[in-house]
């Protein structure tokens, strides 16, 4: 029995679907203008992993996931009109990143990925019904969304429509009846996208395109809608303005879900605050799509979460360890087949319980201490993690042994384009170290190579020490510029 949270009635409610044979699910996607923010990918992997647990529950093929690409915006024209390139050359090339992106992560990709552009006939149909229904009214050249019209208006923020308007600080068109009547349809002139329709040239508002793709791809009720907090007002509050007025037979959405934000020092993380860096960045710097979503699930997806390099070690670290346990070939296991391996109930049951990654994460780490691969490897699948990728991606960055007596050398294997390390530097380092090491270990004094230890932990290296050896393995955070003032 899967539990979730739902923003509409405010409650952890059991998910009973409408046609267990087809459970469907629309998440609103991003608008493709630049490379998805690490904030972004929160939604992507929260949701892939609830998909991921629907398709656990009734089946593979009985589990329908849209999520659309939202290409005519007007920040879309912006970056259009500032570089001078075609609108669709710049939404294809993002929805290719976007794909990219969120596949390094682990992500499955939707059964569905519409795209507004496509979806301009629907979308005119739908506003031509809302105004036949008396829900919306043209005005100067748009088309506005009547929302006294409809009394449940606010309802899923718990918003009162007075309140709403003591909030609203921009001024107001003077064309709208009421000023939070939102524009379902808007004019374009000049290089702005557009399209012919009754109202003239013009182009859909944005909250349209999701009542229109959800109708026809998912039907007028379906089970799960999702996206970030920041969505709820207005966004969402306007689809089911809009979809419960154009189809008064259905319940649209039944089961909302809301992931809080990504955060940096407290604020969302936002390509207009530019406190954002994005997935890309860290792909680049070498930092292992299995590290971003490990980090990602560590904290609930109703709680805000900070990013912070300690989490991003801790995540690679465990990791490693895991393609340590499970070995060089992770399925050829002499005592147990892993290929079968199946999640633990206790696993399913953390999942099911309204998406506890957290508790999720914690019972990975507990079938990695007591070493029960068979657990370890069902529960890891079920989350998005496969051990073959990940003995591939932590193996290689393995770092020689150095040995106790006679330091030979550190043999040192760099993953990803950032990671660049500095083998003179660390073979001395180890040394040193060693050397350190040995001096405590007779004078029974060992505040200087606990310093030195903590130093090369503050340089993103993890160090381990053994009786017989010492290995020092740079990880994601791993700092040159660090180790230049170790020297
Ligand atoms: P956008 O392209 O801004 O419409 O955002 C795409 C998706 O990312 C939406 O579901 C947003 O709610 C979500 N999102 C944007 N910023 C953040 C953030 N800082 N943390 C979590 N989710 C976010
Ligand atoms: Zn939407």
Redesign the pocket.
């Known amino acids: 029995m899967i539990k979730l949270h739902n923003t509409k009635t405010r409650r952890k409610e059991a998910f009973v679907p409408i046609d267990d044979q087809n459970v469907r699910m629309y ?6 203008y630049d490379r ?9 992997v929260v949701f892939d992993v609830l998909y991921r647990l629907l398709r656990h529950v009734y089946g593979e093929g009985r589990v329908t996931y849209v999520r659309n690409f ?1 290409d005519v915006d007007d920040k879309i024209n912006a970056k259009a009109a500032e570089t001078g390139r075609d609108i669709r050359e710049i939404t294809d090339e993002t929805i290719g990143w976007y794909h990219e992106d969120m596949d390094a992560l682990g992500a499955l990709r939707p059964d569905h990925a519409p795209r507004a552009t496509e979806y301009i006939p629907p979308m005119v149909a739908m506003i031509l019904d809302l105004i036949e229904k008396g829900h919306a009214y043209e005005a100067d050249g748009h088309v506005l969304f009547d929302v006294n019209s409809y009394d449940a208006y606010g309802a899923l923020s718990g918003r009162k429509l007075e309140d709403m308007r003591a909030g609203e600080r921009v001024e107001v068109a003077d064309y709208k009846r009421d000023p939070m009547d939102f524009v379902l349809w808007k004019p374009s002139s000049g290089k702005q996208p557009g399209w012919e329709s009754p109202w003239g040239y013009g182009r859909p508002g944005w909250h349209i395109e999701c009542s229109a793709m959800s109708l026809d791809l998912l039907g007028e009720s379906f089970d799960i809608h ?6 709820q007002f207005p966004h969402h509050e306007n689809e089911i303005a809009q979809s419960c007025c154009a189809n008064p037979t259905g319940d649209f959405a039944r089961y909302w879900l ?6 940096v020092e407290g604020k ?4 207009s605050l530019g406190n ?1 860096f994005t997935v890309r960045d860290l792909l680049d710097q070498g930092v292992p799509g299995e590290v971003i979503r490990f980090v990602l699930l560590s904290t609930h997806y109703r709680s805000p979460m900070d990013w912070t390099d300690k989490k991003m070690r801790e995540a690679e670290k465990t990791l490693r360890k895991i393609a340590e346990l499970l070995g060089s070939d992770p399925l050829t296991k002499p005592w147990v087949d892993l290929r079968y391996a199946t999640p633990p109930q206790e696993f399913i049951e953390a999942l099911a319980n309204d998406l506890n990654t957290s508790l999720a994460l914690t019972l990975i780490g507990k079938y990695l201490k007591n070493r029960q691969e068979f657990e370890l490897v069902g529960a890891l699948r079920l989350l998005g993690f496969f051990p073959e990728a990940l003995v591939q991606t932590f193996a290689e960055v393995r770092i020689q042994t150095v040995d106790n007596s006679l330091v030979s050398g550190v043999n040192i294997q760099t993953r990803g384009a950032g990671l660049k390390t500095d083998m003179n530097s660390l073979n001395d380092l180890g040394k040193r170290l060693q050397k350190i090491r040995k001096e405590a270990m007779e004078s029974g004094n060992f505040s200087e190579m606990d310093a030195l230890k903590s130093a090369l932990t503050d340089a993103g290296i993890e160090v381990r020490m053994s009786k017989e050896s010492i290995e020092l393995i740079p990880g994601v955070s791993f700092d040159l510029a660090k180790l230049e003032a170790l020297k």
């Open positions: 998440v609103c996607g991003p608008t493709v998805a923010h690490l904030g972004n990918a929160r939604p992507v939202t999702g996206g970030g907090l920041d969505l809301h992931n809080e934000m990504l955060q969302k993380m936002s390509k954002f």
